[in-house]
C-alpha cells in the first residue's frame, strides 16, 4: 500500500493555523484520501499532559529553557511513533498543527537555544524523519499576539514579550528561505485570498505528489 503523506501547518499564534488545518484537510478529504489531524506539543494521552505541562504557569517554579526544549521533543516522539508513522503506513495523510519546526523556531530562535544543542535530540526523536510539506502562516508579532489576545488570556510561552516572538519569526523566515519543501502565505492581507493561497498550494502539492515515479 503507498505511504500516506505528513503536510505540517507552522507559524506564530494567531497565524490562523486552525482555519488552514480546515481547508487542507477538506481538499485531501475531496481527492479521496482518509485524514488524520494532529497537534503538538500533545496528541497522545502522555504527550497531551505535557502540554498541559508546558503551557502552564508554574508560579513557584520557573521552567527552564532546557526542561521546555526536552519536553517538547519528548511530547513529539511520542506522537511520532504511536500516531503520525503508523497513521503514514496505513496510507492516511496526516496535517500537523506543528512540528519540529516550532522548535528550532520557539526554543532555538526565540529562547536562543544554540542548533549544536537541539540537533542531537532531533537525530535521537525523529531519527531522519521530516515533513513533505510545510505551509509556514506568516505573521507579524503585533498582530498575531492581538489575534491570539483577541480570543482570551495568554498562556505561559504567549506572554514571552515581543522581542522573544520577532526572534521566532525570524528564524521561520530562515527556514523558508533555506529549507526544501515550505511554502510561505502571507497571512497579513485579505482573508479570502490567504484561503485560496492556501487551498492552491495543497491541490498544487496534491497533483505532484500523485504522479507516480
Ligand atoms: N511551541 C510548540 C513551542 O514553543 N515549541 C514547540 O516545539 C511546539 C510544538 C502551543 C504553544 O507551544 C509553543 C508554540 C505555542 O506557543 P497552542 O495553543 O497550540 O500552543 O498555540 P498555537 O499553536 O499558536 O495556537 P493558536 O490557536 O494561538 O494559533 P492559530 O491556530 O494560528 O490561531 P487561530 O487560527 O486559532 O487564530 C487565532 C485568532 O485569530 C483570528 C482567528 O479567527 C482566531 O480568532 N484570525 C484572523 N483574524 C484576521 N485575519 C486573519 N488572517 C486571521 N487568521 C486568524
Sequence with gaps: MESGKFIVIEGLEGAGKSTAIRIIKSAIESAGHKVLTTREPGG?????????????DWESEEITIEAELLLMYASRVQLLENVIKPALQRGEWVVGDRHDMSSRAYQG?????????IEPLRTIT?????????LYMDVTPEEGLKRARGRGELDRIEQA??????????AYLG???SEDNVVMINTMQNLEKVHAEIKQTIVNYMSQACIPG
Excluded at 497522545?44 to 502552564?56: H, L, Q, Y
Design 44 to 56: 497522545t494521552p502522555m504527550a497531551e499532559a505535557i502540554r498541559d505541562c508546558v503551557k502552564n
Design 109 to 117: 530562535g526565540g529562547r536562543q537555544i544554540p542548533a549544536n544543542m
Design 126 to 134: 525523529l531519527k531522519g524523519f521530516t515533513p513533505d510539506l510545510t
Design 161 to 170: 514579550g515581543l522581542e522573544f516572538f520577532e526572534r521566532t519569526r525570524k
Design 175 to 177: 527556514y523558508v528561505k
